[in-house]
């Protein structure tokens, strides 16, 4: 588990499938269960990290089906906390947040160990997260501080910087992200750890004005994000909107029109190769790991198939004729609903490429697409203005903050704001999620 963690950060992903691979086959050679299951979960957490959402569902399930066996507690901790991940990339929040609180009860039964920390450490910073979501900030940051002790990486002190920045105390987010900068040079090494301690400080000095220092940090996290193979697709992109906006406020137009075309190209294209890649190698990894248990299933599957046949057959005679009768009504409305499917697809595609291009008449097509949703809108608050109609109907269309941010070209911060601003108008509960409150408006 050490190093697989260690080639993750590094982006060494050659070397984290091999490794995953070779103690795969030692855990099946010694009926290891667990093992098997331990490996499935972090060949997920890179799929989570490249954003190859349904690779790692498969894999995660994979470790569900051993886990279920198993009366190891620590074992299904993390199980449980790096799928509540992959559940809130999916921006399944609720159920994101189930499954780290299943995390959470199994780790209470386990004794203590440097697994166990590593484990409460990443526990404790998704429910900080989730909180923080949840809009919660006082539980929030206790969980922050609680996974603080735990970590001598600095990633800890980065999310509680993130957070004290977000509510407006600059000098205590100094403080933090200052600890994790230490850090960070006393590690000595060229990671996701200082991928993301770099992006942090960048943002910070952005905020200041100091554009200086923070082209430093921008162009110091990409030379990190190239050399660890951009195995963390999310920082990508983000990065490269950060220098646009960077140089937008500098008013220098040419880089800021690069570094816009740059994460428009990033958003479509990064890790295009790698996924390639990876599906292979994870199709591979799962082929070899049925093969055994295919194999022993295979006979049994032959006797449940020879002692249907015959029944089988007959039953073929009987509906043969009825089937006949119904097949070209069948045709007809499968042909319906294909049709009907194609065209709303098209809309939707259309609708959301309209949304990401910032195209003046998004909200019209919207309109047409969702006949009668913006009057429902507007009969809770007719005051609604038509930038915050536009801010709802991306809302609907379930677009995050950073990616409404990005495509609007305003800071993700003003994007929060706005959120906030639209619970009010629109009387949302704080225990409500956003987008579940727009998905059940029809």
Same mark, same amino acid.
């Given at each position: 588990?050490?190093?697989?963690?260690?080639?993750?950060?590094?982006?060494?992903?050659?070397?984290?499938?091999?490794?995953?691979?070779?103690?795969?086959?030692?855990?099946?050679?010694?009926?290891?269960?667990?093992?098997?299951?331990?490996?499935?979960?972090?060949?997920?957490?890179?799929?989570?990290?490249?954003?190859?959402?349904?690779?790692?569902?498969?894999?995660?399930?994979?470790?569900?089906?051993?886990?279920?066996?198993?009366?190891?507690?620590?074992?299904?901790?993390?199980?449980?906390?790096?799928?509540?991940?992959?559940?809130?990339?999916?921006?399944?929040?609720?159920?994101?947040?189930?499954?780290?609180?299943?995390?959470?009860?199994?780790?209470?039964?386990?004794?203590?160990?440097?697994?166990?920390?590593?484990?409460?450490?990443?526990?404790?910073?998704?429910?900080?997260?989730?909180?923080?979501?949840?809009?919660?900030?006082?539980?929030?940051?206790?969980?922050?501080?609680?996974?603080?002790?735990?970590?001598?990486?600095?990633?800890?002190?980065?999310?509680?910087?993130?957070?004290?920045?977000?509510?407006?105390?600059?000098?205590?987010?100094?403080?933090?992200?200052?600890?994790?900068?230490?850090?960070?040079?006393?590690?000595?090494?060229?990671?996701?750890?200082?991928?993301?301690?770099?992006?942090?400080?960048?943002?910070?000095?952005?905020?200041?004005?100091?554009?200086?220092?923070?082209?430093?940090?921008?162009?110091?996290?990409?030379?990190?994000?190239?050399?660890?193979?951009?195995?963390? %697709?999310? &920082? !990508?992109?983000? +990065?490269? @909107?950060? =220098? #646009?906006?960077?140089?937008?406020?500098?008013?220098?137009?040419?880089?800021?029109?690069?570094?816009?075309?740059?994460?428009?190209?990033?958003?479509?294209?990064?890790?295009?190769?790698?996924?390639?890649?990876?599906?292979?190698?994870?199709?591979?990894?799962?082929?070899?790991?049925?093969?055994?248990?295919?194999?022993?299933?295979?006979?049994?599957?032959?006797?449940?198939?020879?002692?249907?046949?015959?029944?089988?057959?007959? %039953?073929? &005679? !009987?509906?043969? +004729?009825? @089937?006949? =009768? #119904?097949?070209?009504?069948?045709?007809?409305?499968?042909?319906?609903?294909?049709?009907?499917?194609?065209?709303?697809?098209?809309?939707?595609?259309?609708?959301?490429?309209?949304?990401?291009?910032?195209?003046?008449?998004?909200?019209?097509?919207?309109?047409?697409?969702?006949?009668?949703?913006?009057?429902?809108?507007?009969?809770?608050?007719?005051?609604?203005?038509?930038?915050?109609?536009?801010?709802?109907?991306?809302?609907?269309?379930?677009? !995050?903050?950073?990616?409404?941010?990005?495509?609007?070209?305003?800071?993700?911060?003003?994007?929060?704001?706005?959120?906030?601003?639209?619970?009010?108008?629109?009387?949302?509960?704080?225990?409500?999620?956003?987008?579940?409150?727009?998905?059940?408006?029809?």
């Amino acid at each position: 588990m050490k190093q697989n963690e260690e080639f993750r950060f590094a982006g060494e992903y050659d070397s984290l499938v091999n490794l995953n691979k070779k103690y795969y086959k030692i855990a099946e050679k010694i009926k290891y269960e667990d093992g098997k299951a331990l490996c499935y979960i972090n060949l997920a957490r890179v799929n989570i990290s490249l954003e190859n959402y349904q690779k790692s569902s498969i894999l995660f399930n994979n470790a569900q089906e051993i886990l279920k066996n198993s009366d190891n507690p620590l074992h299904k901790a993390i199980f449980y906390n790096y799928y509540s991940r992959l559940n809130a990339e999916l921006r399944r929040v609720d159920k994101a947040f189930e499954y780290n609180n299943e995390a959470l009860k199994n780790i209470e039964n386990t004794k203590d160990s440097e697994l166990k920390n590593i484990a409460l450490y990443n526990i404790y910073t998704q429910h900080g997260d989730y909180y923080t979501q949840k809009k919660n900030p006082k539980v929030a940051l206790a969980y922050f501080q609680k996974a603080r002790m735990f970590d001598k990486t600095g990633i800890a002190d980065c999310a509680i910087s993130d957070y004290i920045y977000m509510h407006k105390n600059k000098d205590s987010a100094y403080k933090y992200i200052s600890n994790a900068y230490s850090k960070m040079i006393a590690r000595n090494r060229e990671d996701a750890v200082a991928l993301n301690i770099h992006t942090i400080m960048g943002e910070y000095y952005l905020y200041y004005n100091e554009h200086d220092k923070a082209e430093k940090e921008f162009l110091r996290a990409l030379e990190i994000d190239k050399k660890t193979n951009r195995i963390f %697709a999310q &920082y !990508t992109k983000y +990065i490269y @909107n950060d =220098l #646009r906006t960077l140089y937008e406020m500098r008013g220098d137009k040419e880089k800021a029109y690069f570094y816009l075309n740059a994460y428009t190209e990033a958003k479509n294209k990064t890790n295009a190769a790698l996924l390639a890649t990876i599906n292979q190698d994870m199709e591979s990894f799962i082929s070899e790991a049925k093969t055994g248990t295919e194999e022993n299933k295979s006979k049994v599957q032959w006797v449940i198939f020879l002692s249907f046949a015959g029944l089988s057959l007959l %039953a073929l &005679y !009987t509906w043969r +004729i009825i @089937n006949t =009768l #119904r097949k070209r009504k069948a045709d007809l409305k499968s042909e319906a609903e294909n049709l009907k499917t194609r065209i709303n697809d098209n809309r939707q595609e259309e609708i959301l490429e309209m949304a990401k291009r910032n195209d003046p008449e998004f909200l019209a097509y919207f309109k047409k697409v969702y006949p009668g949703y913006i009057d429902k809108l507007l009969a809770i608050n007719p005051g609604l203005e038509i930038s915050e109609q536009v801010f709802c109907a991306m809302l609907k269309l379930h677009f !995050t903050s950073k990616e409404i941010a990005n495509y609007t070209l305003v800071q993700h911060r003003t994007i929060q704001q706005k959120k906030y601003r639209i619970r009010k108008k629109m009387n949302i509960p704080t225990e409500t999620d956003i987008y579940v409150f727009f998905d059940r408006i029809k």
